[in-house]
């Protein structure tokens, strides 16, 4: 069983590139894989939801163990012409932040990330930032006493 990192994914892109990164880049997924139950969609003017009820998370589709552990996630468009950020909550991956397979997403669907991960068990944080594709940051933080200088030392691992 691998030790999970964890924090909170950002996402920035036009109302657009986000939706359509909510609706092909994420799959619901179970405890024993894919799930192949629907995504629940409900859109207005103002925003963009998705849910799933059975299964536990929604998968990072293109990656290697990262997920959204939620049930729910909800986009608020942005004023016309403005980009826009998601913050998507209970991010967790396998031992580390893959950021290649993060800028191929950021590539494929032209929207930026930001996460800085926490990783209690083997006590390092990870901090990544891709914009427009391209890793701008990518970095792994020690610490010599980790719960005490780790700003969240009680999550991840």
């Given at each position: 069983?691998?030790?999970?990192?964890?924090?909170?994914?950002?996402?920035?892109?036009?109302?657009?590139?986000?939706?359509?990164?909510?609706?092909?880049?994420?799959?619901?997924?179970?405890?024993?894989?894919?799930?192949?139950?629907?995504?629940k969609i409900?859109?207005?003017?103002?925003?963009?939801?998705?849910?799933?009820?059975?299964?536990?998370?929604?998968?990072?589709?293109?990656?290697?163990?990262?997920?959204?552990?939620?049930?729910?996630?909800?986009?608020?468009?942005?004023?016309?012409?403005?980009?826009?950020?998601?913050?998507?909550?209970?991010?967790?991956?396998?031992?580390?932040?893959?950021?290649?397979?993060?800028?191929?997403?950021?590539?494929?669907?032209?929207?930026?990330?930001?996460?800085?991960?926490?990783?209690?068990?083997?006590?390092?944080?990870?901090?990544?930032?891709?914009?427009n594709g391209?890793?701008v940051k990518?970095?792994?933080?020690?610490?010599?006493?980790?719960?005490?200088?780790?700003?969240?030392?009680?999550?991840?691992?």
């Amino acid at each position: 069983m691998p030790n999970w990192i964890v924090g909170d994914l950002k996402v920035r892109g036009t109302k657009e590139n986000i939706e359509r990164f909510l609706l092909e880049g994420l799959s619901p997924v179970g405890f024993f894989g894919l799930s192949d139950e629907k995504v629940k969609i409900e859109k207005d003017e103002w925003s963009i939801a998705i849910s799933i009820e059975k299964s536990n998370a929604f998968y990072i589709n293109e990656t290697h163990r990262h997920f959204i552990n939620t049930k729910h996630i909800e986009f608020y468009y942005p004023e016309e012409g403005e980009k826009g950020v998601l913050v998507l909550e209970n991010f967790k991956a396998a031992w580390v932040i893959d950021a290649s397979s993060l800028a191929k997403l950021s590539k494929k669907y032209l929207i930026d990330f930001k996460i800085l991960g926490f990783e209690r068990g083997m006590q390092f944080n990870q901090d990544v930032e891709i914009v427009n594709g391209e890793i701008v940051k990518n970095e792994e933080i020690k610490f010599k006493d980790y719960t005490w200088e780790c700003i969240r030392p009680h999550i991840g691992g």
